[in-house]
């Protein structure tokens, strides 16, 4: 069963602009991933934030977690074209099994 | 490193017949895994393997079977293909790596079921 729901569906910004979305799940875990897909690709890994982190950065990503309301956000900052993708959130059932969402897909205008 | 390699890229299969799909990885990863994705419903997870010798069930295991007789190698087989069994399949690895365990994903093999 998906234990991860992104939210929204699609975004559609503006290049130069800021890109947000969410993720909820449902029971306790290790870790939250986030991952992007390119159209056609395979999903390639972005960030992973354990439980008892609330924020991490990489490049122009910022992850946040809250495992009191059990939710996370991914923020892209400064967004390209080359950012158009669909970007999950997988939780981990245990080490290696990961329940992934729906998917937020994110169109960059140029 | 070619990473995870899957093949075919696209299969076009009719009710009944079955076939195999290919994942290797050159990573040495302990763990693979074959999930399926369908629009509007993420990935779902088909089988896993933790080992060589070693396969486990996911959350959509009916109508498929697996094996992983060799680190490198993990194909999936469809036994009936059915219609809907139309989808993309991804196979991906991942190693041991202190509960911070990351996927590697192949490019996917997009399969149509008439």
């Known amino acids: 069963s998906q234990q991860g729901e992104e939210d929204p569906q699609a975004l559609s910004i503006q290049e130069g602009e800021n890109a947000t979305m969410n993720c909820s799940y449902k029971t306790s875990i290790n870790n939250l991933q986030w991952y992007r897909q390119n159209s056609g690709r395979g999903l390639v890994h972005l960030i992973l934030i354990r439980s008892n982190e609330r924020e991490k950065h990489s490049g122009r990503l910022r992850v946040t977690l809250d495992t009191s309301k059990k939710s996370s956000s991914l923020l892209i900052t400064a967004s390209r074209a080359a950012d158009t993708a669909s970007y999950f959130c997988?939780?981990?059932?245990?080490?290696?099994?990961?329940?992934f969402g729906a998917g937020t897909t994110v169109t960059v205008r140029a | 490193n070619a990473g995870v390699t899957q093949t075919p890229k696209f299969q076009v299969l009719k009710t009944g017949q079955s076939m195999t799909l290919q994942c290797a990885q050159d990573?040495?990863?302990?763990?693979m895994s074959w999930y399926r994705q369908d629009p509007g419903m993420g990935l779902r997870l088909i089988h896993y393997s933790v080992g060589a010798g070693i396969t486990d069930q996911g959350e959509v295991p009916n109508g498929y079977n697996v094996s992983r007789s060799t680190t490198e190698d993990f194909p999936l087989r469809l036994l009936s293909a059915a219609p809907s069994q139309t989808s993309v399949y991804f196979c991906?690895?991942?190693?041991?790596?202190?509960?911070?365990?990351?996927?590697?994903f192949g490019s996917g093999t997009q399969l149509s079921v008439l």
């Open positions: 990573m040495n990863h302990e763990y």
């Open positions: 991906a690895s991942s190693y041991s790596d202190g509960g911070n365990e990351k996927l590697f």
């Open positions: 997988a939780t981990d059932e245990n080490d290696y099994k990961l329940s």
